[in-house]
């Protein structure tokens, strides 16, 4: 227990030096400082690349060790980037980020209808520039998540004391929270899931990048309930201070019948397993789950 502390209070006295850094430099204070930063942890720390191997060795089968230790530095920067970017963002006033375009055609059709809608997300690229930019849309967020993750998204929106765009349905609450987010779609408000993370609830098989995987199913349960649509939508840094969000699948899940609900589940984690690849194949380095996905 006291290990624990003293991690959480040197994890306290990094996040100061990095804010100071961005208060005297800005953005570029932000990047120097996680060059040394990185750079020990990725030659210090074997856990990383052991962690990082089960991804990389499947999307890579072709690389050789030398290779998949440029591509743990490479994947291990981006996600470094992303958090300098989250904390320049809300420490300086006139930072901002440029979102390159792209077509929202199927997402505002479906807002416009008024049924809610399932957003399905992955740990991937600036995530949480997604969020940042719900405020945007008239429709009322919901995120399904993890009361215990909850500090990476207070900590995106508290430094300047911000009011979250959303409110959070915390799964570990009664039913895994479902009542409340089917309850949010009934409303027409959306409702967001992390769809590449497995942590309570029925789960459904598909293939991953040749692989076996299992998935949630809350998403694609709640969106056949309320007859919603399920949005896929990810972003992804595309370089310098750009990022993009993308639609990239819109489908609804439909139930049929008790005894063709397995196949519905089946069918609507293929299609999200299948835009996530597509996704993967475009950046393949701003994928962030830090643990081996296969072994869930």
């Known amino acids: 227990m006291e290990k624990k502390k003293i991690l959480i209070e040197l994890e ?37 690349h052991q962690t990082l191997s089960h991804y990389l060795v499947k999307r890579f089968p072709e690389m050789n060790r030398f290779q998949y230790f440029i591509s743990t530095c490479r994947i291990v920067a981006h996600f470094g980037t992303v958090l ?25 059709l479906a807002v416009a209808k008024g049924k809610g809608a399932v957003l399905l997300m992955a740990h991937v690229g600036n995530w949480q520039a997604v969020l ?28 300047q004391n911000k009011d979250k765009p959303f409110t959070v349905i915390d799964i570990n609450g ?14 027409g408000d959306l409702v967001v899931i992390m769809g590449d993370r497995l942590t309570t609830g029925h789960p459904v098989s598909g293939i991953f990048l040749n692989t076996p995987v299992r998935l949630p ?20 840094n595309t370089g310098g201070k750009h990022f993009q969000i993308r639609i990239w699948d819109c489908f609804y899940p439909e139930y049929k019948g ?8 089946q069918e609507c984690a293929g299609r999200y397993l299948k835009a996530l690849e597509s996704y993967l194949q475009e950046y393949p380095f701003q994928w962030y789950n830090f643990y081996n996905f296969w072994a869930q």
């Open 174 to 187: 009664p039913c895994g929270g479902i009542l409340t987010a089917a309850a949010a779609l009934r409303k």
């Open 84 to 108: 300098v970017e989250q904390a320049w963002l809300e420490i300086c006033k006139t930072a901002s980020l440029q979102e390159d375009p792209a077509d929202h055609h199927e997402f505002e």
């Open 217 to 236: 199913t809350a998403a694609y349960m709640l969106a056949a309930t309320a007859e919603a649509p399920v949005i896929v939508i990810l972003a992804a």
């Open 12 to 48: 306290k006295l990094g996040h100061w030096f990095f804010y100071m850094a961005i208060r005297c430099g800005g953005y570029l204070g932000g990047r120097i400082l996680l060059i040394p930063v990185l750079s020990c942890y990725v030659l210090c720390s074997r856990k990383i």
């Open 132 to 159: 940042s930019q719900l405020n945007t849309i008239s429709a009322h967020i919901h995120i399904l998540m993890n009361m215990n993750e909850q500090a990476a998204v207070k900590h995106y929106f508290e430094l």
């Open 258 to 265: 008790r005894d063709s609900r397995e196949d519905m589940l």
